[in-house]
């Protein structure tokens, strides 16, 4: 599998110099810093934060070539188009840098909506995706539970992303609505 030292560059100059390059390093650096605190392995999260995002600037074009030569030719219209990037970026993990691992590729595949029964590389990628410090929304309530109790952050988080949604009038991804139900209990740790 290659490894993460090798993706930076190739996620750098994919990303450019921007704010979203900066967002990616600063999740590799949130993960990381779980993967530490709740003992998940160190380099495949790393691998996962690294790519989460690494289709983001890709034209809609592109996101539907790559979803459907991967998925098929309904899966996108499933997703709201702004989180084909999710769907994107595993399918480009698998494609161009042929990676095989699930953890990593639900992680990457997930991190937009969440699903039922996450690893706690998944979990930790999502988490961390929301909760990273250069994020411009006041996010630090969800960051310090995140640092004792990740199940609760993550059902935190799942609330909050589903309450926007609502309120902007888009119905939550079928993932995400289940992934509320499934981890919903944590909220009253």
Do not use: C
């Amino acid at each position: 599998m290659i490894s993460f030292e090798k993706l930076v560059p190739i996620v750098e100059k994919r990303l450019g110099p921007s704010k979203r390059f900066e967002h990616t390093l600063m999740v590799v650096k949130t993960a990381t810093q779980l993967a530490e605190l709740h003992g998940a392995d160190i380099e495949k999260v790393k691998i996962a934060a690294i790519l989460h995002d690494i289709t983001k600037h890709d034209s809609y074009e592109s996101h539907q070539a790559l979803i459907e030569s991967f998925y098929g030719t309904n899966e996108h219209k499933k997703w709201p188009e702004q989180l084909w990037h999710a769907l994107s970026a595993k399918a480009l993990a698998v494609k161009e840098f042929k990676i095989d691992d699930p953890d990593i590729l639900n992680a990457i595949q997930y991190h937009t909506s969440g699903r039922e029964s996450m690893s706690l590389i998944e979990k930790i990628i999502f988490v961390a995706d929301f909760i990273e410090p250069s994020r411009t929304f006041d996010n630090l309530i969800y960051y310090d539970t995140a640092m004792h109790n990740l199940n609760k952050a993550l059902a935190m988080i799942l609330y909050s992303l589903n309450q926007h949604l609502i309120s902007l009038g888009e119905t939550p991804v079928k993932d995400g609505q289940r992934a509320l139900r499934f981890y919903q209990h944590h909220l009253e740790e």
